[in-house]
Structure formats: structure tokens, C-alpha cells
């Protein structure tokens, strides 16, 4: 009997082995695919905040360009020479950024945007606007190939308000336009288009007092 129970048990260490090695190996699968899932994760995560923060950047940029714009009476005047603001292929640059449209601070909607710069006899998806069929700057990331990706579109419009507590006095009858204060309200919105498929669209509202103007210089 004795000799009997102890056959019974050869063999035990060996599964309990073969056991205990099954479960180290899907503990190891489970964990190396965890780490897969979480660096694809942080790779994705990274690629949207850099597109973010390209589109972010790209409307602080504008900016000042747009305040250079609008201190020209009829927009940018180095626009002459064949420059077409009906033509997307025609642009000129200035501190790296491409001009599509010499007035485009002028322009008081989202259509003027795709008319001004869409291609002559296409549609326009206006709730597509920025986009690389209609945007009033560029701010390419390649010299050789200006619409390969990265690149950043930009699309600026805005209206011309009365600013808030204006007043308006009679004089002879009529309006007084002298006691009027008047603003244009743009918007800046920039598309940011990055590497593997990444997307980042940021809007920005700017206010140009009119009577700031600065000196025309392009």
C-alpha cells in the first residue's frame, strides 16, 4: 500500500512546473501588450498635442500679420505683379507665411474666404473653411512641396461693429459719425494638418480697434 501511494504522486513536480510556466507566459503576453497599448497611447497623445499647439501657435502668428494687413488701406501692396486672389496657387510670403489673399483681413465672412481663394468654377465646403481649397495664410513645414504635411491653414474674417458705449450725437439733423467708435471682430481659425493623419482646428477671436491702424509697410 505504502509503495503504491508514493507511484501515485511520481510526475506531480512536472506539472505543477509545466502549470506555473503556462501562467508566467500569458502573465508576459498580457503584460507586453499592455505596454504596446499604452506607448501607442502616449504616441497618439503626443501627436495630437503637437498638433494642437501648431494650430495654437499658428493664430498667435497671424496676429501681427493681420495687423499689418489692415494697416494698409486695400491690404498688402506687394501683392502687385500677377499675384491673382482668385487663384490658390498664386501667393506671396512674408515671414515665412503665405499670403493668399493681399486683403484678407478685409474680408467680413466666411465667404469672402472661399471666394477670394477657392479654385474659379469648384464648390466650397464653407463649413470646411480653413482648408487647402480655401484659406486666406499658410504656414508651410516643407520649402520644396509648401502643402505637404505639416502644414497649418488659416482662414480670417470679422465684421465691422459699433463698439459697446459708443454714442452717437445730432448735429444739423443728421448723425454724427465722430461720436462713434467702430471694431473689427475677427475670427482666426486655423487647421493644422500633421503627421499620420493628425487634425487640430482652433478658433480665435480678435478685436482691431479701427483707429489703431499702424504704418502701412508691405
Known amino acids: 500500500m505504502e509503495k503504491r501511494i508514493r507511484n501515485n504522486e511520481e510526475g506531480f513536480v512536472l506539472v505543477v512546473a509545466l502549470v506555473t510556466m503556462v501562467l508566467l507566459t500569458v502573465f508576459g503576453i498580457m503584460a507586453t501588450r499592455n505596454t504596446s497599448i499604452e506607448l501607442n497611447i502616449a504616441g497618439n497623445e503626443k501627436v495630437a498635442k503637437q498638433a494642437f499647439y501648431q494650430a495654437d501657435g499658428a493664430t498667435e502668428a497671424s496676429i501681427e500679420l493681420i495687423e499689418e494687413n489692415l494697416g494698409c488701406p486695400i491690404g498688402f501692396q506687394s501683392a502687385s505683379g500677377g499675384f491673382d486672389n482668385n487663384d490658390p496657387n498664386t501667393f506671396f510670403s512674408l515671414w515665412g507665411i503665405d499670403v493668399f489673399d493681399a486683403s484678407f483681413a478685409y474680408a467680413e465672412t466666411r465667404n469672402d474666404v472661399a471666394h477670394d481663394v477657392a479654385v474659379v468654377g469648384t464648390s466650397v465646403d464653407l ?92
Open 127 to 218: 463649413s470646411e473653411v480653413p482648408s487647402p481649397a480655401a484659406r486666406s495664410l499658410r504656414l508651410p513645414g516643407n520649402t520644396v512641396n509648401r502643402d505637404a504635411v505639416p502644414v497649418t491653414n488659416l482662414a480670417v474674417w470679422g465684421p465691422t461693429e459699433e463698439d459697446v458705449g459708443s454714442e452717437v450725437t445730432m448735429g444739423a439733423g443728421y448723425d454724427n459719425p465722430a461720436g462713434i467708435g467702430y471694431s473689427i471682430a475677427l475670427q482666426i481659425h486655423a487647421q493644422h494638418l500633421g503627421l499620420v493623419n493628425s487634425e487640430s482646428i482652433v478658433q480665435l477671436n480678435w478685436r482691431h480697434k479701427i483707429t489703431s491702424n499702424v504704418q502701412c509697410n508691405y
